[in-house]
DNA sequence: CAGATTTCTTGATATTAATCAATGTTCTCC
DNA sequence: GGAGAACATTGATTAATATCAAGAAATCTG
């Protein structure tokens, strides 16, 4: 197994507070994969039988039903993903699937569990991480319980052009198929809803936005903390 | 306080496993309050100081943003709420809001996190229970994203009716008005809904609702149990 | 119990979002 | 560079949901 990314992963917040021995142990059944654009590394459903750790990509989490789908997160290094489920021993609530060409950190679950038993300053970590990974989808619903399909994509773009320097522009890391489920719209309604913000100073050029007129769009967005600022 | 109630807290998965002694200290700046119907317990915003416990009554957790508000979940006993905001030391993301007549255990929220760095045996138990509230919140936006209002209420009303017996009626323990922000709808639409489930075999008698031919509405349904089932 | 208040239902209409269909655009890869 | 595929946009239409308004039913209260 390739170790040069490791101390990227150790400096995780899950790790970090780990013993080196607790560390050492976690990984030693451990394992690096790369992986193609577009594979479906877990199905819902599946029983959970590794903690991914995407270290290099991008993975989206998709949820199934009613012959559709749609995506319920992200995935950015360095991130973990589907930990609640290794946790409860239970099966995956949600697919994942990788959006690129990926590498990832693949800790069996039952390392986990019994690094649990052993490293109390890891459970402690382990329960932050779960707390903020809880209130994340919170604010998820709640943006899909209290806003229009335009207000989504509004706060989205704002929350997007600050992460990447408030500069009055954002480059779309998604295609827009993927930003559309992950709003929670069809791709059709998105391009509409992009139409609609030309209004309020958005340009768009493929996956380049222009954000012109800032302070309209957030008049239209009426940003809430409790919704759009991220977990520290 | 009275104490009369501290076993059936005590029996809660959280709080099990602890150690005696932790489980007194805990409960050593804890107390008992009763509230009436309709009282704020705590509003969205506010940092959280107490971890709340439902001994009694019902208690809703509400979002509020747009000018409107949403039910997130209704808590019944014996259940806790906002337990992520205490373990984040961080602002609550919702309201609570009792539904009838209430009494609730209030835990310092320094007190857990002190529980926490004592007892691991609580640190484990709370990363389970973190985890299952996190899954929680996942169905609920899948439910959300991936069905129509009158598939939600179908599911919800068959998930009540197996909870009640399944005797063939469902009894609401919550108004219309509530239920519908629970399943993300407007009262008039929760109306109607019912209304197109009348040709499944429901039938609507103000809170009591009879199931006549329940496979009709499991095959509207399309019940998953990657959304329905209850977390064990 | 009567009156007042709240909750629920129903109908009419408006708004929002999804679907279907066609076309334009970008990307891929030989 | 060009053919083919995937992705994105646009328009027309339909479907789902919300809003507004009114009335009916249930409940609270003195």
Redesign the interface.
Known sequence: MRTEDLPTVRALDLFAAMSDESFADLMQGAFFQRFPPQVMLIE??DTADFLYVVVEGMVEMI????E?E?T?AVMEPVSTFI???V??D??Y??SARTLERSRLLMIPAESIREA??RD?AF??A???E??????G??????S????SAV?RLANWLLVAHDDQGANGTVTLGIDKRTLAALL?MTPENLSRAFGTLRGYGIEVAGREIVLSRPDDLRGLA?S?P??DDR?T
Chains 1, 2 share one sequence.
């Open positions: 819902e459903g949820a199934q039903g009613n559709r749609t319920i930990l609640a489920a946790l409860r239970a099966v609530l949600m649990m038993e109390p459970t402690r382990m329960v932050r779960l707390a903020g990974a809880f209130r989808v919170i604010k998820s619903l709640k899909q319980k209290l806003r207000e929670g009426k809430n409790l919704i977990e």
